[in-house]
Structures are given as structure tokens and as C-alpha cells.
Nanobody
Framework: VQLQASGGGLVQAGGSLRLSCAASGVTFSSYTMAWLRQAPGKEREFVAGITLNGNNTWYADSVKGRFTISRDNAKNAAYLQMDSLKPEDTAVYYC???????????????????WGQGTQVTVSS
């Protein structure tokens, strides 16, 4: 089982990035997907989650209205569209999967079955 996160980079404040998470070795449609992030010196935090069929999403207050999570079960992929980026969005972003129907907003490692390796997002002011 593998989750491969990609799409990070350096962007100016106000810019956009789209992160991708490619899954292999799992029945992707059986897993809720989430994006989490960890900034230097800070604890990891939940960013966004999406249900099995993509009909329901959940966002941290800090990104609501700026980030959009989506998924394409046919491509075994999840995405995080990040707009109006701010310097405080700078972090390593991780995708994670959890078997079942419920979105959890936990940032704990054992709340998810699989984790991607992380992709760095840096937003300059």
C-alpha cells in the first residue's frame, strides 16, 4: 500500500498550488481521504477530509473558503486545491487514508491507516 503526495513547491502569498495524492495497493473507494500539515516547530494539524464518494467534505477553520479537497476514485487519487495562500500555510503536507465512511478530524497517526510521505509547501510573503 502506498500513498504518494506531490505538487508542493514555493509560491508567493496569494498564489495557488494543487497537491495530489496517488494511491496504490488499496481499494481507494473504501477509504476516506484527508490532508494534514505540519509546520516547523508546530504540531501536525488536520486540514481537510473527504468521504468515500466525495459528496461530503470537512475543513479546518484556518483553510475554509481557500482550500478545496476532491477525489477521483477512477484514478485512485485525491487532491487539495490551495488558493489565496498565506505564509502561515507553509508546512509539510501529508495525505492520509482511513478505511470506512466517517471523516475524522484527528491529526493522530493512529487515526489513519496509511500515510503519504509529505510534500513541502512554502509560501513567501
Amino acid at each position: 500500500v502506498q500513498l504518494q503526495a506531490s505538487g508542493g513547491g514555493l509560491v508567493q502569498a496569494g498564489g495557488s498550488l494543487r497537491l495530489s495524492c496517488a494511491a496504490s495497493g488499496v481499494t481507494f473507494s473504501s477509504y476516506t481521504m484527508a490532508w494534514l500539515r505540519q509546520a516547523p516547530g508546530k504540531e501536525r494539524e488536520f486540514v481537510a477530509g473527504i468521504t468515500l464518494n466525495g459528496n461530503n467534505t470537512w475543513y479546518a477553520d484556518s483553510v475554509k473558503g481557500r482550500f478545496t479537497i476532491s477525489r477521483d476514485n477512477a484514478k485512485n487519487a485525491a487532491y487539495l486545491q490551495m488558493d489565496s495562500l498565506k505564509p502561515e500555510d507553509t508546512a509539510v503536507y501529508y495525505c492520509a487514508s482511513r478505511r470506512g465512511r466517517l471523516i475524522v478530524t484527528s491529526s493522530r497517526s493512529n487515526s489513519y491507516d496509511y500515510w503519504g510521505q509529505g510534500t513541502q509547501v512554502t509560501v513567501s510573503s
